[in-house]
C-alpha cells in the first residue's frame, strides 16, 4: 500500500481495530483532512495544485498530473461525505447498525482508491511515502 497508515488507520475506522474502536464518520474525515485544520492531509489538495510548478520545471506531464490531483480531491470529497451520510444510517426510516456499515464498507472502497491517487501524486512528485504512524 502506498500509504503505509491506510490499514492501521481504516480497521479502528470500521470498528475492527484492537481496541474494538467506535465507528464514527469522524475517523474517517480525520484521515482524510477534512475534520481538523490539524489533520495532516488537511487541504492537501491546494498544496498538491502549488506543487504543479515542480512538475512543470522537470519538464513533467503537468495536465497528468493535475488530473490525478483532481481524482484525488473527488474521492476524498466523496469519501468524507459517505462517512458523514454514514452517521445518519440509524435516523432515517429502514435503517440501522446494517445501513451505517454498509455505508462505512462504501467509504472504505472510496479511501482505498484515495490512497492509490496519493500514491500517483507521490510519483509524480519523485517522493517517497512516509512509514505509518502508530496512532493515526
Do not use: H
Not at 503505509?4 to 464514527?24: D, M
Not at 490531483?69 to 473527488?74: C, F, G, L, R
Request: with cysteine; charged share 25%; glycine share 10%.
Amino acid at each position: 500500500m502506498v500509504l503505509s497508515t491506510l490499514s492501521y488507520c481504516f480497521l479502528p475506522i470500521i470498528g475492527q481495530g484492537s481496541g474494538g474502536c467506535e465507528k464514527t464518520p469522524l475517523n474517517v474525515q480525520g484521515f482524510l483532512g477534512y475534520k481538523s485544520t490539524e489533520d495532516p492531509l488537511y487541504r492537501a489538495d491546494k498544496l498538491m495544485v502549488r506543487a504543479a510548478s515542480v512538475i512543470d520545471s522537470v519538464g513533467g506531464d503537468v495536465e497528468g498530473y493535475l488530473s490525478v490531483v483532481e481524482a484525488y480531491k473527488d474521492k476524498a470529497d466523496n469519501s468524507a461525505m459517505m462517512a458523514y451520510t454514514s452517521s445518519w444510517g440509524e435516523a432515517n426510516p429502514n435503517g440501522g447498525k446494517e445501513v451505517i456499515d454498509e455505508y462505512l464498507e462504501r467509504t472504505k472502497l472510496d479511501v482505498m482508491e484515495t490512497e492509490k491517487y496519493l500514491g500517483q501524486i507521490l510519483k509524480y512528485l519523485n517522493l517517497e511515502p512516509l512509514p505509518a504512524r502508530k496512532n493515526p
